[in-house]
């Protein structure tokens, strides 16, 4: 994730990923990070890059998919 004022002065945050904990045998899941906004990406194919949602929009989604 990054952080960049108008000045172009950056900051890069390393995000700690999670696996998810309905994880299956054949490597078919999502990892998550938890920041200020929540990092979501393919285990499988994280050079594709992840989606980020606030952390709003995250709850209401695990409250739909739960």
């Known amino acids: ?11 890069e945050v390393a995000l700690s990923w999670a696996k998810s904990s309905h994880s299956t045998e054949q490597g078919d899941c999502v990892e ?15 050079a594709s890059g992840h989606l980020t949602v606030s952390r709003q929009a995250w709850r209401a989604a695990l409250r739909v998919l739960g």
């Open 1 to 11: 994730m990054s952080h960049s004022t108008e000045k172009r002065d950056c900051v």
């Open 32 to 46: 998550v990070a938890i920041s200020e906004a929540v990092g979501i990406r393919d285990t499988k194919d994280r």
